[in-house]
């Protein structure tokens, strides 16, 4: 399989998965939905990628995996709540993080996409 992950996406094209409180996160501002879709794999596999989605808001929330993430439509700031590291994330834009890091999520934008590959 190939498979051509630079071309526009919107929220509509994905799947509605609740919100972050379903995936784990806690809100702190805004209602936090998300939506999302697989590309490689699922979530019970040692490894899986696809499209997550969140409506504008602010939460927080512990890594449950590691992670490489590219931001494909809108921007994000993460700050890891432990060392204090803020960073802002626009469309291009990529990050990496290790499982068990405690994120600070605000969504800029009204809404932010971004194209993950996870690893348990």
């Known amino acids: 399989m190939?498979?051509?992950l630079n071309t526009p996406i919107t929220l509509d094209?994905?799947?509605?998965?609740?919100?972050?409180v379903d995936l784990g996160s806690t809100?702190?501002?805004?209602d936090a939905n998300v939506y999302g879709k697989f590309t490689l794999g699922t979530p019970d596999q040692?490894?899986?990628?696809g499209?997550?989605?969140?409506?504008?808001?602010i939460?927080?929330?512990?890594?449950?995996?590691?992670e490489q993430a590219t931001v494909v439509k809108g921007?994000?700031?993460?700050?890891?709540?432990?060392?204090?590291?803020?960073?802002?994330?626009?469309?291009?834009?990529?990050?990496?993080?290790?499982?068990g890091t405690k994120v600070l999520?605000?969504?800029d934008t009204d809404y932010f996409i971004k194209h993950y590959f996870s690893a348990n």
């Open 2 to 4: 190939m498979l051509k």
């Open 75 to 99: 921007q994000v700031t993460l700050t890891n709540e432990d060392t204090g590291e803020k960073w802002t994330f626009k469309e291009g834009d990529s990050w990496i993080v290790e499982k």
């Open 46 to 49: 040692p490894s899986s990628g």
């Open 27 to 30: 809100i702190v501002e805004g």
């Open 105 to 107: 999520w605000q969504v």
């Open 59 to 66: 939460f927080r929330m512990t890594y449950p995996f590691s």
């Open 51 to 57: 499209y997550f989605g969140v409506t504008k808001s």
């Open 13 to 20: 094209q994905l799947d509605s998965w609740g919100t972050v």
